[in-house]
């Protein structure tokens, strides 16, 4: 595993990217195809809600998922936490039957997408992805490598921040920096998969356990 700390200097946000001009935005929209659209257009899309693409890696996403990211976690999660967002990861990978069930039978559904969209900044891993990933506490690293770090070996795999105190969560173990996890689609179904969020925005996750928390709302 490759590891590189970051510097401040030579770092390019990727607000700071995209403020550059015009010309910037249009290469990055070129990257993708054109095919998927501004996170804040897709917010206020309230078409997004029932439908998906398919990214050229191969990966099912939605359009009101983080686009266009430059995977710098801790400028993703200020970010969310300034807009009154939980901080999600989810991995995935190319020809994961259980990814394309959630993207396909589950966020496309209105009380789903609704709900997570407007509690959730929510930024897609490639389980097998090479893009470098600036993690929390500075370290860069691919995508398959960022996985193993947080020991994401499944996919659907979903992970939720900590978001009480974002400037010192680097300083956590990264198993630390995690309130919730969902290893696998254990949910069969678009309620069950709807508590398992609501479980952390409840702040039920400081209280039961998943599990118990998920017979006691069934």
């Not at 510097?7 to 403020?19: E, M």
């Not at 999660?77 to 807009?83: E, I, S, V």
């Not at 967002?85 to 020809?95: I, S, T």
């Amino acid at each position: 595993m490759t590891k590189t700390p970051r510097t401040d200097s030579a770092h390019l946000t990727r607000r700071r990217l995209l403020l550059g001009g015009a010309a910037v935005s249009a290469m990055a929209l070129s990257a993708f195809g054109g095919r998927l659209r501004r996170a804040q257009a897709a917010t206020d899309d309230k078409a997004a809600c029932g439908t998906y693409v398919i990214t050229e890696d191969g990966l099912h996403m939605q359009p009101w998922f983080i686009q266009d990211s430059f995977l710098d976690l801790n400028e993703e999660l200020k970010t969310a936490k300034k807009q009154g967002k939980w901080f999600v990861v989810v991995v995935e990978q190319k020809g994961c039957p259980y990814c394309a069930k959630m993207h396909e039978k589950i966020l496309v559904r209105p009380e789903v997408c609704d709900y997570l969209r407007k509690h959730f900044a929510i930024l897609q891993i490639n389980l097998k992805g090479l893009r470098e990933v600036t993690d929390f506490d500075g370290e860069t690293l691919s995508e398959r490598d960022w996985c193993r770090k947080y020991m994401a070996f499944t996919t659907p795999y979903i992970l939720f921040f900590d978001m009480e105190d974002p400037e010192n969560l680097g300083k956590r173990t990264p198993q630390m920096r995690i309130v919730h996890r969902l290893p696998g689609l254990i949910a069969a179904t678009p309620a069950d998969f709807l508590k398992a969020f609501k479980y952390v925005t409840s702040g039920a996750y400081k209280k039961v356990p998943f599990l118990q928390y998920m017979r006691k709302k069934s």
